[in-house]
């Protein structure tokens, strides 16, 4: 496992290659990989953690405001974004977390034809 640790944390690791990674552990983990579920879960709380820390320095008074979780790993690995989501719903009552439903290139799109045709 500290290979794994430490290959993530090389300067020459890609961001495709920790995707890659993540993809190959979700598999795993849907296949009934125990240890597999348990990387995915601490994930999941490692990226809630900083979620939370980032939220708190925030005052969103009465009316609270919306996390939308976008990523790779948070739209493709369905035990994270779960996870993320119950926490924030539970510990987090002025957030409402949800996923993000289309890329958001895609409503870059449709404003900009919109705009081109004015």
């Known amino acids: 496992m500290q290979d794994v640790v430490d ?10 290659d920790i995707a890659n990674l993540a993809k190959i552990v979700n598999s795993a983990a849907s296949a009934g990989d125990e240890s597999a579920k348990d990387i995915l879960r601490k994930t999941a709380k490692d990226l809630y953690f900083n979620i939370a820390a980032a ?3 925030i005052d969103f008074g009465k009316e609270g405001a ?12 369905k035990i994270v974004s779960e ?13 409402t977390a949800i996923q993000l439903c289309r890329e958001p290139v895609k409503g870059a799109i449709i404003l900009a034809l919109r705009n081109s045709v004015s």
């Open 83 to 95: 996870i993320i989501i119950k926490k924030v719903r539970a510990e987090l009552p002025a957030i």
């Open 7 to 16: 290959y993530i944390y090389q300067k020459t690791t890609k961001p495709t």
């Open 66 to 77: 919306t996390l939308v979780l976008s990523g790779g790993v948070l739209t493709n690995i």
């Open 55 to 57: 939220i708190k320095q």
